[in-house]
């Protein structure tokens, strides 16, 4: 059992027990995995993934999941509090996010199991709003954009064409945008903010481009889409990237990141209902009875869109806004620590999240040292890059005075040692002299090793 996770300290179950392990111990059990697990987390040096840290709010949240977790949110006759929950989401999602502007539309919305699930509808909902094609759609989306839309164009048959990015400024070539749509373009994607530098690309100059083709645009704010806007409110350089840029027609803002919400939660925001209505699913002739769903999840738990809910209305206006307050000022008082070394150099003009790379040695170098203080970073390729998405954990005492300190250690180390390989190349960092189908087969196999494991049981 070498390698799985607690196989020296609890049992491992390969069938089902015949006599069931009682509550307590199994509670116990639990608890003492989450005690540990947390540990990763708790001292705010983990990049992203636990975006609020507040384990008061946690159990509120759990609290509140609780009394509708068993409950199945197709048997709306039921549980009509299911609708409340998840209309009064998806509205208060869409005055967040600039609905005011749409003049004349019938703005709508959907909650989906987070950013990859509202990714994959809004690819679904263009390719079928567009039966007149003569030809396979095509949506054409930066390299930055998130990998779950090409991950949504291969289960939908939507070709991806991938725009190049300004190395500097990592925001999307516009001229290479223009000339690459044609008559089975369906939309455009930009990002606000993309996942690996932070950086938020020129809606306002793909609106405008949109509109002129008659087109869709969608707006990529999973990360930014509970932060941004209040980061405009206090005053941050934010450009535009909302309903108000004219020519948006869909933005996915995930609530299970800076909304604060349950993992397992995201809005997919569209201008117009038709839009969202034209990849709703139905099937009338079925011999069960006639059935319809508005998204590709069928049964979901009630709980999450009551835990969603109460995230919203619990922090509200004012506490989104002092955490982005918190957050922002973080962010930049660690991006001025990055920028004090002139090894160092921050990608782009970032946001909240930021991503840094050296010119000197090898970053990664730089994540070797950090890992023995306990920082968790996340690793970028083409060129290596380290980035830090700063959420609230970040924001507790003491954080920052750690992150500048050792951060110049790890300067100091990473030059001391930049004739020597780093140890996290081999994990993050890209292959020497670029992508090749022979590296592209030797990844596959590795991750596909990886992914095994995680999915099965190893022999005792």
Known sequence: MSG???ANEYEV??????????RADILHMLSDLSARENLAWESGQCSGTMYCGDHDHYDFLNKAFAQFSYVNTL????????????????????????????????????????????????????????????????????????????KAGHLFGVEMRVAPVDPTT????????????????????????????????????LGAIALEHGIGLHVDSCLGG?????????????????????GVTTISADTHKYGYALKGTSVLAFADQSLRNAQYFYLTDWSGGKYCSPGMDGSRSGGLLAATWAAMVHVGRSGYRRYAKAIFETSAQMQTAVRSHPELRVIGTPSFLFSFTSDEFDIYHVNDFLRTRGWRMNGQQYPNAIHMAVTRPQ?????????TADLAEAVRYATAHRADPAKSGAIYGGVVGGPSLEADEFIRAVMAEMMDHQASIPAP
């Open 75 to 150: 048997q709306r006759d039921m549980c009509p509090s299911a609708t409340k929950s998840e209309a009064e989401i998806i509205a208060m999602t869409l005055d967040l996010l600039g609905a005011e502007h749409l003049a004349g539309a019938n703005p709508g919305g959907l909650v989906t199991s987070g950013g990859s699930g509202s990714i994959a509808h809004a690819v679904l909902a263009y390719r079928e709003a567009n039966p007149q094609l003569t030809g396979r759609a095509n949506i054409i989306k930066p390299e930055t954009a998130h990998p779950a839309f090409a």
């Open 226 to 246: 509970f932060i941004l806007p209040f980061g405009r409110e206090l005053g941050y350089d934010i450009p535009a990237f909302d309903f108000s840029v004219p």
């Open 170 to 205: 990592t925001l999307v070539d516009l001229d290479w945008v223009r000339t690459h749509i044609d008559a089975n373009t369906v939309a455009l994607i930009g990002s606000a903010c993309n996942y690996g530098y932070g950086t938020i690309d020129p809606i306002g100059e």
């Open 4 to 6: 799985f996770p607690y």
């Open 395 to 403: 924001t507790l005492p003491g954080v920052l005075e750690r992150w």
């Open 13 to 22: 179950h390969r069938t089902l027990p015949e006599q069931g392990m009682e």
